[in-house]
Nanobody, 121 residues
Framework: QVQLVESGGGLVQAGGSLRLSCAAS????????MGWFRQAPGKEREFVGA????????WYADSVKGRFTISRDIAKNTVYLQMNSLKPEDTAVYYC??????????????WGQGTQVTVAS
């Protein structure tokens, strides 16, 4: 089993920045990729980005490309989501997930509990 704990959410003004963290514990040696997802009220959970644990290859949804950056710290078993130029439409609960192909919800084996990000206009 892998346990994931997100942190770093909060309230920010439009145009501002936040950095989310996702700390992994348990069978971390089994992690191949980590993904970030978000879910706004009344909407489906959607893919934001992902990173391969070994070589740090990254993927991003078009909606966040150029504004969000995913990175990882192997020593800390932590993945980060740096969010810049935030927009009100980025408001959502952000989740991290671990899996082989965490590019969609069905590709995630383990989920964190989520952290709220609210962007005020």
């Amino acid at each position: 089993q892998v346990q994931l704990v997100e942190s770093g959410g909060g309230l920010v003004q439009a145009g501002g920045s936040l950095r989310l963290s996702c700390a992994a514990s348990g069978r971390t040696f089994s992690i191949y990729r980590m993904g970030w997802f978000r879910q706004a009220p009344g909407k489906e959970r959607e893919f934001v980005g992902a990173i391969t644990w070994g070589d740090s290859s990254t993927w991003y949804a078009d909606s966040v490309k150029g504004r969000f950056t995913i990175s990882r710290d192997i020593a800390k078993n932590t993945v980060y989501l740096q969010m810049n130029s935030l927009k009100p439409e980025d408001t959502a609960v952000y989740y991290c997930g671990a899996g082989f192909r965490p590019f969609q919800v069905t590709g995630v084996d383990y989920w964190g509990q989520g952290t709220q990000v609210t962007v005020a206009s």
